[in-house]
């Protein structure tokens, strides 16, 4: 079964500064997703990582996907308070005789402190 | 327009009640989808529907039983409701079964089991 890890769960950073969440998961795949979530509110779509080397820029947030290291990061340049909320990789799975499905990692809380 | 659109918002009910959750898709999009989220956030998958026909349905009490009448719709309804079905519950809808396909979320469902 696949896992899906993200770190950290929990980050706090000032506005201006730099940062990169990590997305590890356990099994091949080279699909993988990144959502962000405010309190309260849907998921919203950012990124569709669909291939090894896959790098996709949008405004301050930069997200690439490596399948041979099972690793995709989400890069912040210079936060601003607006990119406050959580955000979700979740990569997509074909298990064995099953369906093909989105499994998601916990979520990264975000703060950007002024 | 609201392209994934879900009722109620907000649901609280005693349990052992059964109850429905509504999901309409404005989109033309093949498949659909119920995620769950608990409370500490994390996203899981219960059922995915294409095409009215169900192709995922995963580890989910038999209480919860989908309906999808056509393919803009997929209802969810739960039998005997317990405190631990407490949780928002997603619908969502993508073009079709496969790689590189976004997935589009509603606004959520909160239920809250008392």
């Known amino acids: 079964e696949l896992k899906v890890e993200q770190n950290p769960l929990f980050l706090s950073m000032q506005e201006g500064k730099n940062y990169t969440i990590y997305c590890n998961y356990s099994?091949?795949?080279?699909?993988l997703y990144w959502y962000r979530q405010d309190p309260g509110k849907s998921l919203e779509s950012l990124f569709v990582?669909?291939?090894?080397?896959a790098v996709k820029q949008e405004g301050r947030l930069m997200a690439s996907l490596d399948t041979k290291a099972r690793l995709s990061t989400l890069h912040i340049t210079a936060a601003v308070h607006d990119l406050s909320a959580t955000y979700f990789c979740?990569?997509?799975?074909?298990?064995?005789?099953?369906?093909?499905?989105?499994?998601f990692g916990k979520g990264t809380k975000l703060t950007v402190n002024p | 327009d609201t392209a994934v659109s879900q009722t109620p918002k907000y649901l609280v009910t005693q349990m052992g009640n059964d109850k429905s959750i509504k999901c309409e898709q404005n989109?033309?999009?093949?498949?659909m989808y119920w995620y769950k989220q608990d409370s500490k956030k994390f996203l899981k998958i219960m059922f995915s529907?294409?095409?009215?026909?169900?192709?995922i349905n995963e580890t989910v009490p038999n209480r919860f039983s989908p309906k999808s009448p056509d393919k803009a719709h997929l209802n969810l309804h739960i039998n005997s409701l317990e405190l631990g079905d407490s949780a928002v519950y997603f619908c969502?809808?993508?073009?079709?079964?496969?790689?590189?396909?976004?997935?589009?979320f509603g606004e959520g469902s909160w239920l809250t089991v008392v």
């Open positions: 969502a809808s993508s073009r079709f079964v496969g790689p590189g396909n976004t997935i589009y």
């Open positions: 529907y294409n095409n009215k026909e169900l192709i």
């Open positions: 989109l033309g999009h093949d498949t």
């Open positions: 979740a990569v997509d799975y074909s298990p064995q005789g099953g369906s093909e499905k989105l499994v």
């Open positions: 099994t091949t795949s080279d699909r």
């Open positions: 990582l669909l291939s090894n080397g």
